[in-house]
């Protein structure tokens, strides 16, 4: 079964870390970019990070540039995002994906189930 299943998301004050896990499986992940996106309550999807297929090239929104981090590891088929100097405006459903292209031009993503990050104090 492909699977995305993303942990490490909780209750944090502001100012503080926090790293979220993403682990893949049924799909090969070196295949794949993979990226981070939130979405706030009430509020649309926010694309925040993306790291190539072999982590050479890594890409933040301004928005967390300087405080999060995105890294892979292809052998335990995973991918991460430390998360420091949390806002609260960082709170959020975090989601990640993997995506690729096939030979013949096709697209094909997968996408995790979520995890909750609230900063609050």
């Known amino acids: 079964e492909v699977q995305l299943v993303e942990s490490g998301g909780g209750l944090v004050q502001p100012g503080g870390s926090l790293r979220l896990s993403c682990a893949a499986s049924g799909f090969t992940f070196d295949d794949y970019a993979m990226s981070w996106v939130r979405q706030a309550p009430g509020k649309g999807l926010e694309w925040v990070s993306a790291?190539?297929?072999?982590?050479?090239?890594?890409y933040y929104a301004e928005s967390i540039k300087g405080r999060f981090t995105i890294s892979r590891d292809n052998v335990e088929n995973s991918v991460y995002l430390q998360m420091n100097s949390l806002k609260s405006e960082d709170t959020a459903v975090y989601y990640c994906?993997?995506?690729?292209?096939?030979?013949?031009?096709?697209?094909?993503?997968?996408w995790g189930q979520g995890t909750l990050v609230t900063v609050s104090s």
């Open positions: 994906y993997a995506e690729t292209w096939t030979p013949d031009g096709g697209y094909v993503e997968v």
């Open positions: 790291i190539s297929w072999n982590g050479g090239s890594t």
